[in-house]
């Protein structure tokens, strides 16, 4: 099983400043990484998929790197609506699926 | 609009069964893999089964084997999740989600693109 670890747990940002949220993977996933959005009772949603490519309508102030094992989320200048938590997943392995544990972004 | 809704959810008794439904719509729901996940209070988000297009694979992850059983009605673009023998440590919501993404010669890469908002299930006496 490819285990997925997201750090920090909790980050905690001010509205307007950068955010930086890692991935690691336990062996290479090659490009084959997405990272979702998930607010409390929603549904989560797809922001980047292929570790670097933008889903439909997702702002470009959401921008994805990495290859291999290491992955990062970044967000250029927080906006209110984008407090939520994140998480990363491999789909390398397809169809067993794994998912990080999530990283909480909080003000 | 693309929309897929969870129903089915509810209190079971440890031991017990319930069957989830996922009503897709806006689009071929024929042609796509589709995939159930689940989030147990407090915890992450857990990637469950997936079923092929024609429904002729399926794939589960451990912790359900031999429990929970992934199906669909292409004719009623219906995606199911029979679930028996509950524990408490199924009590999770319980997400629909379509599947998008290429296949090579060699393998598939596929993501979940379109997310519902879910279907609570409590297993508790």
């Known amino acids: 099983e490819i285990v997925m670890t997201q750090s920090p747990a909790t980050l905690s940002v001010s509205p307007g400043e950068r955010a930086t949220l890692s991935c690691r993977a336990s062996?290479?996933?090659?490009?084959?990484l997405a990272w979702y959005q998930h607010k409390p009772g929603q549904a989560p949603r797809l922001l980047i998929y292929?570790?670097?490519t933008r889903a439909t309508g997702i702002p470009a102030r959401f921008s994805g790197s990495g290859s291999g094992t290491e992955f990062t989320l970044t967000i250029s200048s927080l906006q209110s609506e984008d407090f939520a938590v994140y998480y990363c997943?491999?789909?390398?392995?397809?169809?067993?699926?794994?998912f990080g544990q999530g990283t909480k972004l909080e003000i | 609009e693309v929309q897929v809704v969870e129903s089915g959810g509810g209190l079971v008794q440890p031991g017990g069964s319930l069957r989830l439904s996922c009503a897709a719509s806006g689009f071929t729901f024929s042609v796509f893999w589709m995939s159930w996940a689940r989030q147990a209070p407090g915890k992450g988000l857990e990637w469950v089964a997936n079923i092929k297009e024609d429904g002729s694979e399926k794939y589960y992850v451990d912790s359900v084997k031999g429990r929970f059983t992934i199906s669909r009605d292409n004719a009623k673009k219906s995606l199911y999740l029979q679930m028996n023998n509950l524990r408490a440590e199924d009590t999770a919501v319980y997400y629909c989600?379509?599947?998008?993404?290429?296949?090579?010669?060699?393998?598939?890469?596929?993501?979940?693109?379109?997310w519902g908002q879910g279907t609570l299930v409590t297993v508790s006496s």
């Open positions: 062996q290479s996933v090659s490009s084959n």
């Open positions: 292929d570790a670097s």
């Open positions: 997943q491999q789909y390398d392995n397809w169809p067993l699926y794994t």
């Open positions: 989600a379509r599947v998008e993404g290429y296949c090579s010669s060699t393998s598939c890469y596929k993501y979940f693109d379109y």
